[in-house]
């Protein structure tokens, strides 16, 4: 299966506080493939998050293998890690996380300095990114000056700007009222039907799960239903 | 459990925090205790002296001459208790370098002058016997190894003796403390009659009579008297007292008061500002928890108390310990500082200013978070997170 | 790849610094706190600077001054006048019309009465021959005129006036049995001689018990070279128990032996209080990388590598120390540039001197401000590129 994007093998996260060792997740096998939109849902401590982190290579699993294109990951120093996240993975948090003193132009354009594009295609690339998610006429603007969902959508030019294939998405409407939330999601489909991402949300949000392809509970790091949507 | 408990957790909870703080209060109240404390070993020869103890010197310039019969005929004035007289040598031991303060002086009339100057009586004897005697201040005893008997060569940058040379030879007589003002335990005195017997120019002549009266009371007019006595002479003479002579001495040098006020207000202005924006900081962090700890019951006076004593309790430490340093440099490097500083050292003076100051320094910067601690409603709090 | 990363560098720098303004007034009192240390560091350094160049400014190399063998300074050297008869004849001075250009003079420390305190302090009056003023090359009268010779007259050095009373152009004051009328005041530059009295010597003599005693012998080198052939007839004549040295030998010799206590007392002093400021900016950067938390992890998430991350945390810490630093070498300039004061040199006379900033002097205590940056930053920049991601992702 070689148009897989993600694949776990064997995972196992575990980690040790206060002398009592907890486990996230143990012998987890998943396959996600290239242009899937999955969401993961289950409830608090299920270890959604950490399963996230661990396909962003910001987290480290215990056991296991995380192969992304048919390649090791989990064994990529911290630096090669940067690299790799910066090439190939675009992040979405729910607290949208924009830097205050950038204004939404700038804040997308971060991920570009990690790219040898110059000022020019740097901000051409901006331009597309803002049009995409429908805020051209706010580039100039502060976080601050923006609502929860403008400052979502910026968060999701940010992510997409440098051309990754896999965005990764941390409840990216659990802080957005219902409106904001739909457009968010609009965006994140049209990404997926239109621009060939992969997109993995989790969330708590059944309306928001109900948007991808298919959906993955994990309860006690277990995936207890497959529930295949369209 | 009481608040003294909570003032603790709460200076411990950052750990690295408090502790940075603590040492910018160490740095300047370590400031604190070695400035004042050798601004106070400075000017102690102004505050020490007798206040029965005059000196008279030439008008022009106490540098200039007079002439040797002065010491008799001051001793003559009504109210004058004791007399000496003395002049500089420019005395040096080995290396011009190695300079030494030291004056020639009548022996009988010094010790007589000099009450608080310490010598065995069997030191006493052998410098009232032996005209090439020398008696040595402790702190220059110490620095050049002599010893009592000892015979030492030394020199003068300004006198010759008769075939050329510019030393003389001396034995030891005795080594003395002055414990009511240790600076002259940094001095050397040689005899007068040796002086005026040797030396090819400046014979008969003396930079200083020394003396006491028999009573404060009298000085005045025993000053006029003598400068009375010698006015339209060709060495006229201005006579002050002991203190304010060595005060105008001390002066000469630079307002050194003034140079340790001016780094003293910039160290603490520099401390006060870093510890109190810290301690807002503190306070702004746990808002929430002065929200609860209202709910349960807490009163603001109460909230208000717990961070003042948690800034006192801070600043009272650093000074504590900034004290203990500057204590402990000053004792280690007790022979670097006998030169420039004889009898600088920490005292009770010192102490009790540093906690004033640190009361003072606790106040300042507990003051302004502990009054938002009083005025923190418990809706604000609460709602922020 | 290096451009990109110090391009990274100047955006997550860019950052550091534009997010300031969250942290003012922590930021501020650092920034206060450096600006007082570098103040203090550069008024002890200008202080000092000043001192020295009063003295070692003022000798010139081809003047020669001769001592007694053995005096260090003038005030200890006596020299005959027999001994100055034998000078006038030594070869290696300059003459004009056969004269040799050639001063011999006595040196007497008198009382001035201070304008800051009203105490006295020891001046310097020095009776000069009759070349004595035509030796010292960059004197200027700038009121009044020259003394006359065999009159009590004085000429007063402008820093003479400057710090003690009763100087001022036309004052008479006493002086043992004689008045003395000032009738001239001179400058030079600011170096050690604007704060002597100048009489002639014969004068001084005189009114001083001291006929035909002098203390030291100026004479003009017919060439700087000449120098060593004045030496060695000096030496070789064992009637001249005297040494030879260039004016400009015997003045930094002077300006070496009397930078005293409180002119090093500067860097020990400003060092002591840097720790203190250090301790200072240590926690505004703790707490600058602690408020920036969620924001570090999230550029890390990104991609960002470590050492951006920790080039932006330090090039917060060191702006806050330069704009510190600068503000300090500012109001020390302002204030104390120029400020005039005086101690006793080791010729047991005051100095009047003035403190001196110069640009060198500034960058030296700029540079401490820069270090505290550096030291201050760089632990908090070191915990900035090593904040875990994991955990800071999702706080507010």
């Given at each position: 299966m070689t148009d897989c994007a993600f694949q776990l093998r064997h995972v196992s996260k575990r980690f040790t506080k206060a002398k009592e060792t907890i486990t996230i997740f143990e012998g987890l096998d998943l396959d996600i493939p290239a242009e899937d939109y999955v969401a993961i849902m289950g409830p608090s401590g299920s270890g959604k998050t950490t399963l996230l982190n661990v396909l962003g290579g910001i987290d480290q699993v215990t056991d296991g293998e995380v192969l992304f294109n048919g390649q090791r990951v989990d064994t990529l120093s911290e630096s090669q890690l940067a690299r790799w996240r910066a090439n190939n993975i675009g992040f979405i948090f729910q607290f949208y996380n924009l830097m205050p003193v950038l204004t939404a132009a700038q804040n997308v354009e971060l991920p570009l300095l990690l790219t040898s594009f110059n000022t020019a295609e740097r901000r051409r690339r901006v331009e597309i990114a803002l049009s995409l998610v429908n805020l051209s006429e706010r580039s100039g603007h502060y976080p601050r000056e923006l609502s929860g969902g403008q400052q979502q959508r910026v968060a999701i030019a940010r992510a997409i700007v440098s051309d990754p294939q896999v965005l990764l998405c941390d409840e990216p409407t659990g802080d957005l009222d219902r409106s904001s939330a739909d457009e968010v999601l609009k965006i994140l489909k049209l990404l997926n039907e239109e621009h060939g991402k992969t997109i993995i949300v989790v969330t708590h949000d059944p309306e928001a799960a109900a948007h991808a392809k298919r959906i993955l509970h994990l309860n006690k790091g277990v995936f207890v239903d497959r529930t295949v949507l369209t | 459990m009481n608040q003294a408990l909570l003032v603790a957790k709460n200076l411990g909870r950052r750990k690295l925090r408090t502790g940075l703080m603590l040492l910018a209060l160490l740095i300047a109240f370590f400031l604190y205790g070695c400035l004042e404390s050798f601004d106070r070993a400075f000017y102690a020869s102004q505050n020490s002296a007798a206040d029965n103890r005059l000196v008279s010197v030439n008008k022009v310039n106490f540098t200039l001459p007079l002439p040797i019969s002065y010491g008799a005929q001051i001793g003559l004035v009504p109210g004058v208790s004791a007399v000496s007289y003395q002049s500089w040598f420019g005395g040096y031991y080995q290396d011009p370098r190695q300079f030494l303060i030291m004056f020639a002086s009548d022996p009988a009339g010094y010790l007589a002058v000099y009450p608080n100057l310490q010598v065995t009586p069997a030191e006493r004897t052998a410098w009232l016997a032996d005209r090439t005697g020398l008696l040595v201040g402790r702190t220059v005893a110490t620095k050049y190894h002599w010893h009592v008997g000892d015979h030492v060569p030394i020199s003068s940058n300004i006198y010759t003796r008769a075939k050329g040379s510019h030393t003389w030879d001396f034995t030891i007589s005795g080594i003395y403390s002055f414990p009511t003002d240790p600076a002259r335990e940094g001095q050397v005195i040689m005899r007068h009659d040796y002086f005026d017997e040797t030396v090819t120019f400046g014979r008969d002549t003396i930079n200083m009579v020394m003396f006491t009266t028999k009573s404060a009371a009298l000085n005045e007019a025993v000053i006029k008297r003598i400068d009375t006595q010698f006015a339209n002479s060709p060495y006229e003479t201005t006579t002050d007292t002991a203190a304010a002579f060595n005060r105008a001495f001390a002066s000469q040098l630079g307002n050194i008061a003034l140079i340790i006020r001016l780094v003293l207000i910039s160290a603490f202005a520099a401390i006060l500002l870093i510890v109190g924006n810290t301690m807002v900081m503190a306070v702004r962090e746990r808002t929430r928890e002065i929200g609860v700890l209202k709910t349960l019951g807490f009163s603001g006076t109460a909230i208000m108390m717990q961070i003042l004593a948690e800034s006192m309790l801070l600043s009272v430490t650093g000074a504590l310990l900034g004290l203990a340093v500057a204590g402990l440099l000053i004792t280690g490097l007790k022979d670097v500082i006998a030169g420039f500083a004889p009898g600088m050292h920490l005292a009770w003076q010192e102490v009790v200013g540093a906690l004033g100051w640190a009361v003072v320094l606790g106040l300042a910067t507990g003051g302004l978070p502990a009054w938002s601690g009083l005025k923190l409603r418990i809706a604000t709090a609460l709602g922020r997170i | 790849m290096m451009p990109r990363v110090l391009r990274q560098c100047a955006a997550l720098a860019r950052m550091n610094i534009l997010s300031i303004p969250q942290r003012i007034w922590m930021s501020v009192s650092t920034c206060f706190a450096i600006a007082l240390v570098v103040a203090v560091l550069l008024v002890f350094l200008a202080m000092g600077n000043g001192f020295k160049q009063a003295q070692s400014s003022a000798g010139a190399a081809d003047i020669a001054i001769v001592l007694r063998d053995g005096a260090q300074t003038e005030i200890s050297s006596t020299?005959?006048?027999?001994?100055?008869?034998?000078?006038?004849?030594?070869?290696?001075?300059?003459?004009?019309?056969?004269?040799?250009?050639?001063?011999?003079?006595?040196?007497?420390?008198?009382?001035?009465?201070?304008?800051?305190?009203?105490?006295?302090?020891?001046?310097?009056?020095?009776?000069?021959?009759?070349?004595?003023?035509?030796?010292?090359?960059?004197?200027?009268?700038?009121?009044?005129?020259?003394?006359?010779?065999?009159?009590?007259?004085?000429?007063?050095?402008?820093?003479?006036?400057?710090?003690?009373?009763?100087?001022?152009?036309?004052?008479?004051?006493?002086?043992?049995?004689?008045?003395?009328?000032?009738?001239?005041?001179?400058?030079?530059?600011?170096?050690?001689?604007?704060?002597?009295?100048?009489?002639?010597?014969?004068?001084?003599?005189?009114?001083?018990?001291?006929?035909?005693?002098?203390?030291?012998?100026?004479?003009?080198?017919?060439?700087p070279a000449a120098l060593a052939t004045l030496k060695s007839h000096v030496a070789n004549d064992p009637r001249l128990q005297l040494v030879v040295e260039s004016e400009a030998e015997y003045f930094s010799e002077q300006a070496k032996q009397s930078s005293g206590l409180i002119q090093n007392l500067g860097w020990p002093l400003a060092i002591i209080m840097a720790i203190g400021a250090l301790a200072g900016a240590l926690n505004t950067m703790y707490s600058s990388v602690a408020a920036r938390g969620t924001e570090i992890a999230t550029l890390r998430a990104i991609g960002f590598g470590g050492i951006p991350t920790f080039a932006g945390t330090l090039a917060e810490a060191l702006a806050l120390s330069i704009v510190g630093g600068l503000f300090g070498v500012l109001a020390a300039t302002v204030v104390f540039n120029g400020y005039s004061a005086s101690t006793l040199s080791s010729n047991f006379t005051q100095v009047i001197f003035t403190f001196k900033m110069t640009p060198a002097l500034c960058v030296r205590a700029l540079w401490l401000a820069i270090t505290i940056g550096l030291i201050g930053g760089i632990l908090p920049a070191i915990r900035a590129a090593r904040l875990p991601i994991v955990g800071m992702l999702g706080e507010q």
């Open positions: - | - | 020299v005959s006048r027999e001994q100055v008869m034998l000078l006038e004849e030594a070869p290696g001075i300059a003459r004009a019309s056969g004269k040799p250009l050639l001063s011999a003079e006595l040196y007497v420390i008198v009382d001035g009465i201070r304008r800051s305190n009203g105490l006295k302090s020891n001046l310097p009056l020095r009776g000069l021959g009759v070349e004595g003023a035509a030796l010292r090359h960059n004197v200027r009268i700038v009121q009044g005129r020259m003394f006359r010779s065999g009159t009590n007259e004085l000429v007063v050095g402008q820093g003479v006036t400057r710090e003690f009373a009763g100087f001022d152009l036309g004052h008479t004051l006493r002086l043992g049995q004689t008045v003395w009328t000032v009738v001239g005041i001179f400058a030079d530059g600011g170096t050690v001689r604007e704060s002597e009295l100048w009489a002639d010597v014969g004068v001084v003599q005189s009114v001083f018990h001291r006929l035909n005693v002098f203390q030291t012998v100026r004479a003009r080198l017919a060439s």
